[in-house]
């Protein structure tokens, strides 16, 4: 069993940036990809951004392709999102979960595990 929890949300403006955390515990995050979703009420939830075990594969979702980046680091058992010039159009709880079969990083159904989320505000 692999316990995620989000952290670093807040309220920001136009602009501005923020790092979001995603800290694992219950075991260690070996062979498990880390994705990054996030979703609006009443929406679908949407693809972020996802990073390989190896940190070999990355992928962005389009709309925050040049202004996310997403690392991790093993030994802590933590996956970041750094996201840069943040748009209102940003606003959502942002969740991280994670996968071992590598199968679809963009299909939120793929992932076996998923944070309780934190949530980013960005006011124009």
């Known amino acids: 069993q692999v316990q995620l929890v989000e952290s670093g949300g807040g309220l920001v403006q136009a602009g501005d940036s923020l790092r979001l955390s995603c800290a694992a515990s219950?075991?260690?995050?070996?062979?498990?990809?880390i994705g990054w979703f996030r979703q609006v009420s009443g929406k679908e939830r949407e693809f972020v951004a996802a990073?390989?075990?190896?940190?070999?594969?990355?992928y962005y979702g389009d709309s925050v392709r040049d202004r996310f980046t997403i690392s991790r680091d093993n030994v802590q058992n933590t996956v970041y999102l750094q996201m840069n010039n943040l748009k209102p159009e940003d606003t959502a709880e942002y969740y991280c979960?994670?996968?071992?079969?590598?199968?679809?990083?963009?299909?939120?159904?793929?992932?076996?595990?998923w944070g309780q989320g934190t949530q980013v505000t960005v006011s124009s």
């Open positions: 219950g075991r260690p995050l070996d062979n498990y990809a």
């Open positions: 979960a994670a996968q071992k079969s590598g199968s679809s990083w963009y299909d939120p159904n793929e992932y076996d595990y």
């Open positions: 990073i390989s075990w190896s940190n070999r594969f990355i």
